[in-house]
Antibody, heavy 125, light 108 residues
Framework: DVQLVQSGGGLVQPGRSLRLSCTGS????????VNWFRQAPGKGLEWVGF??????????QYAASVKGRFTISRDDSKNIAYLQMNSLKTEDTAVYYC????????????????WGQGALVTVSS | EIVLTQSPGTLSLFSGERATLSCRAS???????LAWYQQKPGQAPRLLIY???SRATGIPDRFSGSGSGTDFTLTISRLEPEDFAVYYC?????????FGQGTKLEIK
C-alpha cells in the first residue's frame, strides 16, 4: 500500500527552527515530486513548496511567504523528504502535510493522490 | 500568481440532490492542471479529480469534473450523506500552486 508518514511536529518558540519528515513506502519514491502544504487553524489550504525528483534536478520552488526561511530536501536512499523551517513566526502555526506528485503520463500529471497524516506545528512563546 | 475563486461559499442541499461547484481562475491554468479535493474535519484532503476531468483512483463515478482554461466545475450527481464536506480546487500548472478558498457543502 502507498503511504506517506510524517513526523517532527510540535511546539516551538518564534525565531527557532523545526524539521518535518515525510517517509514514503509502497511506491518508487525517487520517481515522484513531493509537495508540502499547510493549513492554519480554521483556514483553507496553502501550498508551501515542492521538490522535484532527481530526474528533474531535485528542483525546488517555494511560496513567497516562506521563501528564504524554509528549505525542502530529499534523501531517496531513505525514501524521505524534509521540510526545514527556520526563523519561525507565529503565523506559521498550522498543520503541515506532505503529498506526492507523479510524473507526467500521456501529458497528465497526477498531483496529491496520497497525503501524509499531517503534523501540527505551533509557534508560540 | 493565479487566483482561484470558488463559488458558492456554502451550498445547502438534501441527500440525493445534484451539487454543482464552480472554480474560476484569474488566468488560464496551464495544461488544465486543475485538481479538486474533498476535506472532512481532522482529515487530510482527498483527491477527487486531477487534470480537470480525470477521476482519481477509487473515487465514485457520481463525482465528475469539467472545464478548461479559466472555468472549472465539480459535479456530484446524487449526494450521499458522506459527501457533505469542504471542497477545494487547486491549480498545479505553474508555481506558485494555488487553492481556492473552499466551498462548504452542508446538509439542508
Amino acid at each position: 500500500d502507498v503511504q506517506l508518514v510524517q513526523s517532527g511536529g510540535g511546539l516551538v518558540q518564534p525565531g527557532r527552527s523545526l524539521r518535518l519528515s515525510c517517509t514514503g513506502s509502497g511506491f518508487r519514491f525517487n520517481n515522484f515530486a513531493v509537495n508540502w502544504f499547510r493549513q492554519a487553524p480554521g483556514k483553507g489550504l496553502e501550498w508551501v513548496g515542492f521538490i522535484r525528483s532527481k530526474t528533474f534536478g531535485e528542483a525546488t520552488q517555494y511560496a513567497a511567504s516562506v521563501k528564504g526561511r524554509f528549505t525542502i530536501s530529499r534523501d531517496d536512499s531513505k525514501n524521505i523528504a524534509y521540510l526545514q523551517m527556520n526563523s519561525l513566526k507565529t503565523e506559521d502555526t498550522a498543520v503541515y502535510y506532505c503529498a506526492r506528485e507523479g510524473p507526467s503520463i500521456f501529458g497528465v500529471v497526477i498531483s496529491g493522490d496520497y497525503w501524509g497524516q499531517g503534523a501540527l506545528v505551533t509557534v508560540s512563546s | 500568481e493565479i487566483v482561484l475563486t470558488q463559488s458558492p461559499g456554502t451550498l445547502s442541499l438534501f441527500s440525493g440532490e445534484r451539487a454543482t461547484l464552480s472554480c474560476r481562475a484569474s488566468q488560464s491554468v496551464s495544461n488544465n492542471f486543475l485538481a479538486w479535493y474533498q476535506q472532512k474535519p481532522g482529515q487530510a484532503p482527498r483527491l477527487l479529480i486531477y487534470g480537470a476531468s480525470s477521476r482519481a483512483t477509487g473515487i465514485p463515478d457520481r463525482f465528475s469534473g469539467s472545464g478548461s482554461g479559466t472555468d472549472f466545475t465539480l459535479t456530484i450527481s446524487r449526494l450521499e450523506p458522506e459527501d457533505f464536506a469542504v471542497y477545494y480546487c487547486q491549480q498545479y500548472g505553474g508555481s506558485p500552486y494555488t487553492f481556492g478558498q473552499g466551498t462548504k457543502l452542508e446538509i439542508k
